[in-house]
């Protein structure tokens, strides 16, 4: 992992409260295809210098340092809410009866 990384972030056109954080200047083609298709549309955020240390929202700037160094971007699905999803997995159950 490097001790810092220029990285841009980009929000979905598609998924709300969903962003991917990539090195800055790295082509989107470069991505999954899969990935890019569901994300939709790159909306730019921001750019930002990222070390380990660093805090941000919903994650760490280690925990986005490795998700690039591993597989060269860091998708940000918006938080589950919990009574959601007991609710959508009841939904699954009874449509099985």
Do not use: C, N
Not at 11 to 21: L, N
């Amino acid at each position: 992992m490097k001790d810092k990384e220029f990285v841009s972030v980009f929000r979905s056109g598609k998924k709300e409260d969903t962003y991917i954080f990539v090195r800055r200047g790295q082509s989107w083609e470069e991505l999954p295809e899969a990935l890019r298709s569901v994300f939709g549309e790159p909306v730019h955020a921001m750019d930002l210098i990222l070390t380990p240390e660093r805090r941000l929202a919903r994650t760490t700037g280690k925990a986005v340092l490795d998700a690039l160094e591993a597989q060269d971007f860091y998708l940000q699905m918006p938080e589950e809410q919990e009574g959601y999803v007991v609710e959508f997995k009841q939904k699954i159950r009874k449509h099985r009866e």
